[in-house]
């Protein structure tokens, strides 16, 4: 499917100039809602990261497989073994060996690529690789102007599907150490509504009654399981995501950028030499 064609949006040249690309995504939106100190590091001075997380590798290695596997799944209609998604997991990490991956204690390569077979046999059996309806979209490019005077948003679903009750359902696939509580579902409920909102052009193209969301939850457990959290998305969720992302638009305009110091916040952060000499 083809993306939409976009409407010229006049707020995509001020974010040029601002952040350096026509577009805001749900990962920068958060990132300033987290720390607006570290959105500036980021996005606005653009600074090389002091390192980069082992868990964010892990991420990218365990993302590429399954992506494999879905397009696999799309593509042939027939699943990836669990030995050909390991070997795109370690060809991902390959890719990022060239920077400084921070591990964690008693983490080591080797270790972490036993995790990963461990996880990706445990999703490939689980009912969750194989979705029920439609396959839609696997890593699709999502972009549109949801509010005036905002830029365009861009982002990247993980997988789109058209289910049986006519529902158009955007998944996206994580990793955790520990099983989701009400409060992670929450700190991550703006990124799907976005997509959500993104979709619903495509929705009105493909004749669907509604517009969900879901996490898939690979958890990095000894034994891994697999957990999914579905959104039911209603008007306040929008409304409220909406006024959210303006508010955030319009400190980054009047360059509002400080510090959020906190354990959950500084622990991974890749900027802290550059937060530790910053004067205001
Ligand atoms: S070290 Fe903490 S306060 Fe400083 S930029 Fe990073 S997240 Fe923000």
Known sequence: ?????LDANPANIEAKDLIGR?????????????????????????????????SLVFGVGIHAAVEHHFRKLFADDRAATVEELV?????????????????????????????????LAAFV????????????????GLAGTLIDGV?????????????????????????ARNAWTE???????????????????????LGADDVQAEWLVLRKTKTPAIDRHQ?????????????????????????NFYPVPSPMNCGGCPFRNACNEWEG
């Open 1 to 5: 499917m083809t993306l939409p064609v």
């Open 22 to 54: 026509p577009y805001l995504s749900p990962s920068s939106i958060s990132t300033y809602l987290r720390c607006p100190l570290r959105f500036r590091f980021q996005y606005v001075e653009r600074l090389e990261p002091d390192f980069t997380a082992s």
């Open 87 to 119: 070997s795109v997991f370690e060809q991902a990490l390959a890719t990022e060996a060239n920077q400084e991956i921070r591990f964690g204690r008693s983490e080591t390569a080797d270790t972490l690529r036993d995790l990963a077979a461990r996880m």
């Open 125 to 140: 059996s689980s009912g969750y690789s194989k979705p029920q309806g439609a396959l839609i979209g696997v890593e699709e």
């Open 151 to 175: 830029p365009t948003i861009h982002g990247r679903a993980d997988l789109i599907g058209l289910d049986a009750t006519g529902v158009l359902r955007v998944t996206d696939v994580k990793t």
């Open 183 to 205: 409060n992670t579902i929450r700190e991550s409920t703006l990124q799907q509504v976005i997509y959500a909102e993104l979709l619903r052009p495509w929705a009105e193209a």
């Open 231 to 255: 959104l039911i998305i209603d008007d306040a969720q929008v409304r409220q995501v909406t006024n959210t992302i303006r508010q955030v638009w319009r400190a980054i305009r009047a360059c």
